[in-house]
C-alpha cells in the first residue's frame, strides 16, 4: 500500500469508529452530552434539540415528553399496580463523564426490575440538579435517574427525588470516584457496584409514559416516580455538578406538557 491508501484506510476507519462509538448503549441515550446545552435561549438549548439532528426531532414534535410537573390535584389515585417488584444484585460497573451528568454503567444481566410482567434490566444510573421533574410546581434538589431496558428495547426509569439534608449514602461510596473522573466522556472501572445501596420506598409512585429526557428524546418510556423524598448534601449536589464543569448550573430539561397524558398515584389500599 502506498501512502495515501493508507492514510485513506486510517480515515475510513476513524470514521467507523467515532460513528460507532457514541452509539454503544446507554439505554437509548447519547453518550457524548456535548452536542447540546441546558442554556435557555442558546443555540444548542432545549428549546432547539429537536432541530440540532434530524434524529432528534422527538425533542421538538413529540407531545408525549418528559419531564412534567405532577400535579397532585389531578392524579389518578390507583392501588392495582402494586409494590415495585425489583431483583437487583451487585455488578461490576463503570462510571462516564458524559459532559453533563456522571453515569453509573452496569454490567448487563445483573439487575431486574418487573413491570406488567415484563422484565427490564438496569443498564445505567444518572443525576440531573435540580429535579426535572416537579410536583405541584415545586423542584427538588436532585433526581435519580435509573434508567432499565427490557429484551426488546423498550424503557422504564425508576426516579427518585432528593431534597437537601444528610448526606446521601450510595452518592457518599462514589464521592471519590466522582472527582476524578473530570475529562468530557472519561469513563473508569468502578468495581462492584450494588444498587440495592439505593434506597427507595416501593409502594407509593407515580406512573406515567413519557420520554427520555435528554436527546433522542425516544417516547413511551414508563416512568415511575417514587413518592418518598430522599435527602443528599448540598455538597454532593455540588460534586456532581462540578465534576462535568460543563459551566451550566443546570442540566434540567425545562417540564414539557402533560398533553391528555393520565398520571398515575399507586398507593396500597390498606395504609
Ligand atoms: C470488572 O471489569 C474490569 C474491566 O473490564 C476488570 O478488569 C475487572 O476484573 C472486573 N471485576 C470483576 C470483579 O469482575
Ligand atoms: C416491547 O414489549 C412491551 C411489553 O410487552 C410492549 O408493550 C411494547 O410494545 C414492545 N415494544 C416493541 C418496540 O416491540
Not at 114 to 134: A, K
Not at 140 to 146: G, K
Request: with cysteine; glycine share 6%.
Amino acid at each position: 500500500m502506498n501512502k495515501s491508501s493508507i492514510q485513506c484506510f486510517l480515515f475510513i476507519l476513524l470514521t467507523i469508529i467515532v460513528t460507532i462509538i457514541p452509539r454503544s448503549n446507554a439505554q437509548g441515550e447519547v453518550e457524548d452530552e456535548t452536542e447540546f446545552s441546558y442554556e435557555r435561549n442558546h443555540e444548542t438549548g432545549p428549546e432547539k434539540w429537536g432541530k440540532l439532528k434530524p434524529e432528534w426531532h422527538m425533542c421538538g414534535k413529540g407531545d408525549m415528553q418528559s419531564p412534567i410537573d405532577l400535579r397532585n390535584r389531578r392524579v389518578r389515585i390507583v392501588s392495582h399496580l402494586g409494590r415495585l417488584t425489583r431483583n437487583y444484585k451487585p455488578s461490576n460497573a463503570t462510571l462516564r463523564n458524559r459532559g453533563h451528568d456522571m453515569m453509573v454503567r452496569f454490567e448487563e444481566g445483573s439487575s431486574i426490575i418487573e413491570i406488567n410482567n415484563v422484565e427490564y434490566q438496569l443498564g445505567q444510573l444518572h443525576w440531573h440538579s435540580p429535579s426535572e421533574h416537579t410536583i405541584d410546581g415545586k423542584k427538588f434538589a436532585l433526581e435519580l435517574h435509573m434508567v432499565h431496558q427490557s429484551s426488546n428495547g423498550s424503557l422504564a426509569v425508576i426516579t427518585v427525588l432528593y431534597n437537601i439534608g444528610r448526606a446521601d449514602p450510595f452518592l457518599r461510596m462514589l464521592e471519590k470516584k466522582l472527582s476524578e473522573t473530570t475529562d468530557p466522556n472519561e469513563e473508569r472501572n468502578i468495581g462492584m457496584i450494588d444498587p440495592r445501596d439505593i434506597k427507595f420506598g416501593r409502594n407509593k409512585y407515580y406512573r406515567y409514559i413519557g420520554s427520555l429526557t435528554i436527546p433522542p428524546c425516544t417516547q413511551n418510556v414508563i416512568w415511575t416516580i417514587v413518592k418518598e423524598v430522599k435527602t443528599v448534601s448540598r455538597d454532593q449536589v455540588k460534586l456532581l455538578r462540578v465534576a462535568v464543569h460543563d459551566h451550566s448550573n443546570t442540566n434540567a430539561r425545562p417540564v414539557q406538557a402533560t398533553n391528555m397524558r393520565v398520571v398515575k398515584f399507586n398507593r396500597p389500599k390498606y395504609s
